[in-house]
């Protein structure tokens, strides 16, 4: 397979590159450190610069105001933001915005997706169902009064919800089918409870209580919510890997200015055979990425669905990103547990990133279940 990336995508990584350069991993106070969250909100000043880059509509239709590109590109982005630790709902803003993009009724996109290309929409999903561990959908119900929708129920842990403007929230209905439902943080029976994750970011324990929305707010559209799962995930897989490329390069950096009896600690085979392990950890992770990347974005035929990609993209990332946290505490000694030093913030977010993409034993389960399902002749 030919991962070379086109022109636009090349230019779209250069781009987040001039806008990141100045991002401090350590700028926020350390969870570590910090009671409750870490903040209150996004960090708005860089969500503006990403707007004025064009980064932010990216992946939308240039009738809406964006470039047209692929999720492929969004993946690239989100690489680079995660290098930094960047604060800013990437991933969750371009998935849902996508998924508009593709699904929802024309009217809505219009209306909706200008807006986020310029910085003045932030959008969210919530996706965790009510313990992580369930499908979204099945968390909440929607049924039809008339002309409009009646949501009920709970999703946890929601990223960025408090500063959102609408929550993208999956839903089954009576007749077994999943709908999205656009969801405005503010609306009338709709109720946020704060939640904490390991980074240290609030989340919301969202709660549903007949909430009504207008037809146009609700995307029923078969597969709007398979769309949105495989873009969040995906981007989630990117995240970890630019994480896990920054926490190595820091180790390297970090174990070849390090001597003991009088050389660097990097030309001891135990130190160099730990962190070329996790270097192919990470080109593990960077070639199931992009597969399942490239899977989502053409829609191309496989031996197996883009399920089967897309879990083993998880699976990568998910040990990946942990064996890579993991063997530079190791290796940066009681250093890497120094709250002056960023090492300690990596790790809390990896291991929200772990958490976050569920387990690999699951995945595996999941994985084995589409073999069985489509053996390979």
């Known amino acids: ?97 996508m998924t508009i993009d593709r699904y929802a009724d024309r009217a809505t996109a219009a209306t909706l997706l200008p807006r986020v290309c310029r910085g003045e929409l932030v959008l969210t999903a919530a996706s965790h169902g009510r313990t992580g561990h369930d499908p979204a959908d099945r968390a909440v119900t929607a049924r039809r009064d008339g002309t409009t929708w009646v949501l009920d129920g709970l999703q946890s ?56 929305l207008d037809s146009t707010d609700v995307i029923d559209t078969e597969g709007a919510g398979e769309r949105l799962r495989e873009l969040l995930t995906t981007g989630t897989c990117a995240l970890a890997l630019g994480l896990g490329e920054a926490v190595l390069a820091m180790t390297s950096q970090y174990t070849g200015k390090r001597e003991q009896f009088g050389h660097p600690v990097a030309t001891f085979q135990a130190v160099a055979v730990q962190t070329a392990d996790r270097y192919i950890d990470l080109r593990a992770m960077e070639a199931t990425l992009w597969q399942a990347a490239w899977r989502v974005s053409t829609g191309a035929d496989g031996a197996l669905p883009a399920a089967g990609d897309i879990a083993v993209a998880k699976i990568w990332a998910s040990e990946g990103v942990r064996r890579v946290v993991q063997t530079a505490q190791h290796l940066h000694g009681g250093f890497g547990a120094d709250t002056d030093y960023p090492l300690h913030r990596y790790h809390a977010w990896a291991k929200q990133l772990e958490l976050s993409l569920g387990p690999a034993a699951a995945h595996e389960e999941a994985l084995g279940d589409l073999l069985a399902a489509h053996p390979l002749g």
């Not at 009576?174 to 704060?194: I, K, N, S, Y």
């Open 1 to 97: 397979m030919d991962f070379t990336f086109t022109e636009e995508q090349q230019a779209a990584v250069e781009a987040a590159k001039a806008v990141f350069a100045d991002i401090a991993p350590d700028a926020v106070p350390s969870p570590a450190l910090t009671p409750g969250a870490v903040s209150e909100d996004l960090d708005r000043a860089l969500w503006s610069r990403l707007a004025a880059a064009d980064l932010l509509g990216l992946t939308l239709s240039p009738e809406h105001g964006g470039a047209g590109l692929d999720p492929v590109a969004l993946c690239l982005v989100l690489r680079e933001s995660a290098r930094v630790l960047a604060r800013v709902p990437l991933l969750e803003t371009g998935a849902v915005a």
């Open 157 to 212: 842990a929601v990223p960025w919800a408090h500063g959102a403007d609408l929550i993208a929230v999956p839903a089954h209905t009576p007749e077994d089918r999943t709908v999205l439902a656009l969801v405005p943080r503010t609306h009338e029976g709709v109720t946020l409870v704060e939640q904490y994750s390991t980074s240290g970011e609030l989340l919301a324990e969202l709660h549903l209580d007949a909430v009504r």
